[in-house]
């Protein structure tokens, strides 16, 4: 981890209202507790395709500037109701501009899409492109899956669109977020059947995966789906946060290796205050975090 970004952005949004269905921020200088950006409103008002978004992931660009690229998704049209993600770009954090969709019905062997579930990026230095990942579901079709395909500008895809991870169960694959960590690779995802965040693993980043030992990330019988990983400062530990989607709130737990978890008690993270849903962190620097305070 950047010594000089110490300090986390948690994007997110807060339920399954029209309302609660965009992006919102909040702040943190330990990784644990957090406050909300601008009162706790929205960051952006989306103005294209479904004008709601779920499943916000935040990351910085290779120039140094960011991306926000998120589900556009209404929820009260259906869980099969969604075939496009909704992107933004920034210089700074606080101007948000170049909204456009990613419409996944106008690319061959997705038009019958109808779940483009939590897109994430991660930059692959070797083709010097953007691997963009997402959860997949074609009409008529089954399971839901890991899908990938590489960008350049986020605004067409250069490749079409590949299956990056399907979980052994036979069952829905969903929220995979990427680690590399060590020369490897860890996928952590929802497998619905387990009703759990598990965990698969790559010495390359378009795989294979092969579903780790153990294959559970978490020890408990809690529902969890929308797990993000972040480093705490000085890189050695990563904390993973997960939505408890049946009982509410966020769960956190902490490892050392990657493959081993302990929980953090709820008496020690601010997160559930905020009432977030799926979300992602990025580490900032103290500039950047000042800034967004002041909101």
């Given amino acids: 981890m950047d010594s000089n970004k110490a300090h986390y952005l948690f994007c997110y949004f807060t339920g399954n209202e029209p309302e609660n269905e965009s992006v919102h921020f909040a702040i943190s200088k330990n990784g644990f507790d957090f406050e909300p950006v601008n009162g706790g409103k929205k960051i952006i008002e989306q103005k294209l395709g479904k004008k709601c ?3 916000p992931f935040i990351f910085r660009n290779e120039s140094g500037g960011y991306y926000i690229i998120a589900t556009d998704m209404k929820c009260r049209e259906g869980w099969n109701s969604n075939n496009s993600m909704v992107v933004w770009e920034s210089k700074d954090l606080i101007n948000w ?3 456009r969709i990613i419409d996944f019905s106008k690319i061959k062997g997705s038009e019958t899409a109808d779940r483009i579930w939590a897109p994430e990026v991660l930059f692959d230095k070797i083709r010097g492109e953007y691997m963009i990942y997402w959860s997949h579901h074609n009409v008529g079709t089954e399971p839901t899956v890991i899908k990938y395909a590489y960008t350049k500008d986020f605004k067409s895809l250069s490749t079409e669109p590949r299956v990056l991870f399907a979980p052994s169960s036979g069952k829905d ?18 497998d619905e059947y387990e009703k759990t965040i598990c965990i698969a693993v790559s010495n390359e980043i378009t795989g294979p995966y092969t579903e780790a030992e153990p294959r559970r990330a978490c020890n408990t ?3 969890l ?10 890189g050695k530990e990563y904390i993973m946060i997960a939505d408890k989607y049946v009982d509410g709130g966020y769960y956190m737990q902490k490892t050392g290796d990657m493959l081993h978890f302990e929980p953090v008690p709820d008496g020690k993270f601010s ?10 962190v990025l580490a900032i620097s103290e500039k950047e975090y000042n800034a967004l305070k002041a909101l």
């Fill in 53 to 55: 978004c779920r499943d």
């Fill in 97 to 99: 501009h170049g909204e």
């Fill in 173 to 190: 694959g969903i929220d995979a977020d990427i680690i590399f960590n060590c020369g490897k690779y860890y996928l952590y995802y929802k």
């Fill in 221 to 223: 019988d809690i529902h």
């Fill in 225 to 234: 789906e929308g797990n993000c990983m972040y480093p705490l400062p000085g």
């Fill in 271 to 280: 997160l559930n205050a905020l009432h977030p849903r799926h979300g992602s």
